[in-house]
């Protein structure tokens, strides 16, 4: 499928997104506010002392994320210890109009914690504490410093876990303000479905609590969901209550290798339609497993590649394996190979993982532009196909994995920043699958948000939606102080 | 636990929420535009001709609430038969600032679809295509006028289902704005949890999509769940994306009976705690036992009871079996009968989803207030003991039946309306149960909505989030004709 043809089916055009061309080294900056930052600044030392920090390298840290996006530092980082804290900080930014930037483990991919027109980066990692487990309603509440490893290891002995695993090991309320998800995301959901309740700090101070602590409510708009997936735009995460889930009696991975990509996802399809419960189903190309066979000493053959996991009872367990052997077998898999010891299991998905570092050392000195779009389950292998004929056509080096499950996939250029011609291949390459994506009744993005990154595809993807979007956040949020720049919140 | 403590709890007053007695049959009216309602009703006569009908019956017909709610009037209705007719009637209204009432089947429980201040009702039953069968996606595209059983006998020869159902056979558009659910949610979830994406007609008459047709997003704000439970508040469902569910090739149902409630919650807890997929588990009650014995012909014993099913394979479910029989046992229940032929289960079901019709037959001649409260699981035998004994203290007659897997529980007094001092304990009654439920960190409604009849209770639970609601709500439809007076759409 040709770019015009995107076009056309879409209805949109070039000057309909605000030009589509993905400038990844000129995002916009904006006037800044600097009497009012300086006077934030001020007010915040009095109050915080030692705990606001102005030097170059703590503001570099807090605007740096892990992708192509050049930082665009804050001017201040306040490290909060509570609640309180947080809404003394967005209190004097929002009398002085001040940009406020939440900043977890600075792992977001598009973006998410640059600072365009200055401001105060607030610091969430001391909020690290898990205040209570309630192991008959499999919930837990905790702070938002909280990483999803420190979780799965402080419930250890609880015989729960919470199963989100990005590649990244983020705290929970960045991957909640991101809605992330990651390999087991088609058993178990996303941040989405995992997320039950949360406190926010609003715009204005205020807190709010968005839900009951139970399994549903029909009591008014949904404001956990509104917030999961808001990057920080309309509020601050200070508290979460999180869905857990009994660690499976008996956990089985195993590896497929097909001949084609078209085989991995029809058999992925077929398994998913059997109602087979994956609980975790991720497709490598040929290129991501020598990548992978490389980085992590592994031994595969280069080929389109499924990694793939069951959760369940012994027999349920068994049950599945020969149900998904039976499938594999037909749709052109070769032998299965399982993988049943816990340490080869932690192997396996640590150098699954380890994908984005992988590729890193495959061409050195390169810069991977991380991206992710996700597509109905029936479109996945056209999808894949089509994207890796353009990388092909435009002479470039990008390796797919992916959440096949959940028909989310990653392509990753890795690109030589300082090769211009290189570059601009590296935008076309990443215009054209967002916009084939979308018009493949997909999204823009699977799961690593909008960002600064995806701002232009999030209004082709969404048209009127996005305005509906855009008075959310001026209705919620009218100075613009929460995170500014990102998602809809335009710079003005 | 008294009254008094709740409210210490809850920190609010009375006068916080705004006097929380419940007043039955006294519900707030407002001004009337009746100059507008008159010309738009003249407008749209001219375009919609027969489709636009002014009959009382049909008015009484548009405002029927199932419940004890009085019944308020719109002041015509127009039947619409495609998205653009629902666009022209909301242009229309939105000129003259008439309000607008979307009707599905009429089965709301609080209110729904009344028309304090008059207006126009558009009726969506005959937007009721099946737009299209995703089979391999595991979802379809349906108009809202679809009902749950239309679209599963539509569905019978593709060997899937959509689960989600709620007593009454409603439209699939009106369960999505009620964010309803029922006995499968346990399982499956509720509509939050199964609607993909809908289209949405705005207030001003704008077509939105509110998502892409994949598994998962992180493309914006979820509109589509701000739009799942927004009862008609913020738009009109014109089209909507449903999870589909491959038919279970093996289900098997039961029933077990306690000597206590306690012992059938405690089952419970222990049955989701272990894992075990529990497709449905459902609560009654002594009372309502005997209610359904009468109604249904059953011979159950009149003690707390659970009915149950299991879905799966046949090895997964005579596992599944196994460890519910040994659960059950260890806390008290009695021999499990279980219900094997398609037959005898449809039977139980059927018995199941009559529990309303049985509870009149039993006291005939009084109105069932159907009301409903979700807690933590957790708490869920506590909260439900406090309520009986409310029951007995007021002296109702009121069975209680329950999702109790998800804490969701339905108590329903049945009064003689004409019994002032009756009524008078039915609103002391309701509005304990409320409090105590928002007490024990749970929501005044599970399930039904907010509607009318617990705008109070959506106040005292959500605090400062019932501001934040309020403010959505008036940055999309600011002048308030989306079906105003419910949720937190008050009339001023």
């Known amino acids: 499928m040709q770019v015009f043809e995107l076009f056309f089916i879409l209805g949109h055009t070039l000057a309909d997104a605000g030009g589509v061309a993905v400038a990844l080294q000129d995002l916009q900056t904006s006037d800044r506010n600097d009497t009012g930052i300086q006077t934030a600044i001020s007010v915040l030392k009095q109050r915080f002392g030692d705990r606001l920090k102005?030097?170059?390298?703590?503001?570099?840290q807090h605007s740096h994320t892990m992708t192509y996006i050049p930082s665009q530092l804050p001017d201040a980082v306040v490290f909060a210890q509570s609640t309180q804290d947080v809404q003394q900080v967005v209190r004097v930014c929002a009398e002085y109009k001040v940009p406020i930037i939440p900043f977890g483990t600075g792992t977001s991919l598009e973006g998410g914690v640059n600072a365009p027109a200055g401001g105060i980066s607030i610091d969430?990692?001391?909020?690290?504490?898990?205040i209570k487990v309630n192991a008959e309603d499999l919930d837990c509440v905790i702070q938002p410093g909280v990483t999803r490893e420190a979780l799965n290891d402080y419930l250890r002995d609880t015989g729960l876990f919470f199963p989100i695993d990005p590649g990244a090991n983020a705290s929970l309320g960045?991957?909640?303000a991101t809605r992330a998800s990651g390999t087991n995301a088609v058993r178990y959901g996303t941040m989405r479905e995992n997320v039950i309740s949360m406190n926010v700090v609003m715009p204005d101070g205020r807190l709010v609590k968005t839900a009951a602590r139970t399994r549903k409510s029909s009591a008014g708009y949904d404001l956990t969901k509104l917030m999961v997936g808001s990057e920080g735009t309309l509020g601050i995460i200070t508290e979460l209550t999180l869905r857990l889930y009994g660690i499976p009696e008996r956990i089985s991975a195993g590896v497929c290798q097909f001949e084609t990509v078209e085989g991995a996802c029809n058999t992925t399809i077929l398994a998913m339609q059997t109602g087979l419960p994956m609980a975790r189903i991720e497709l490598l190309d040929a290129l991501q497993v020598k990548m992978i066979n490389q980085y992590s000493g592994l031994e595969y053959e280069p080929k389109p590649t499924l990694f793939f996991e069951f959760h369940g009872s012994p027999d349920g367990v068994a049950e599945q394996i020969e149900s998904f052997n039976a499938i594999a077998e037909e749709l052109g898999g070769g032998n299965i190979q399982w993988v049943e010891t816990m340490e080869a299991r932690n192997r396996l998905w640590k150098a699954r993982h380890d994908a984005y570092y992988a590729m890193l050392a495959w061409r050195q000195g390169s810069q991977g532009i991380a991206t992710d779009a996700c597509v109905p389950i029936s479109r996945l292998a056209e999808c894949i196909a089509e994207t890796q004929k353009d990388v092909e056509e435009l002479g470039l080096v990008a390796p797919v994995i992916g959440h096949v499950g959940d028909g989310n996939f990653h392509i990753t250029p890795l690109v030589m920043m300082d090769d211009k011609d290189e570059v601009a291949r590296a935008e076309t390459f990443i215009e054209r699958l967002n916009l084939r994506a979308?018009?493949?009744?997909?999204?823009?993005?699977?799961?690593?948000g909008i960002g600064q990154g995806k701002r232009r595809f999030l209004r082709l993807e969404h048209g009127v939606g996005a305005d509906i979007m855009a008075s959310i956040k001026h209705a919620i949020d009218p100075d613009n102080i929460m995170n500014p720049g990102k998602v809809v919140g335009y710079l003005e």
């Open 174 to 176: 960045g991957m909640a």
């Open 438 to 448: 979308i018009a493949m009744e997909g999204t823009c993005t699977g799961e690593h």
């Open 54 to 60: 102005t030097s170059q390298a703590l503001l570099e």
């Open 124 to 130: 969430l990692n001391s909020m690290n504490e898990v």
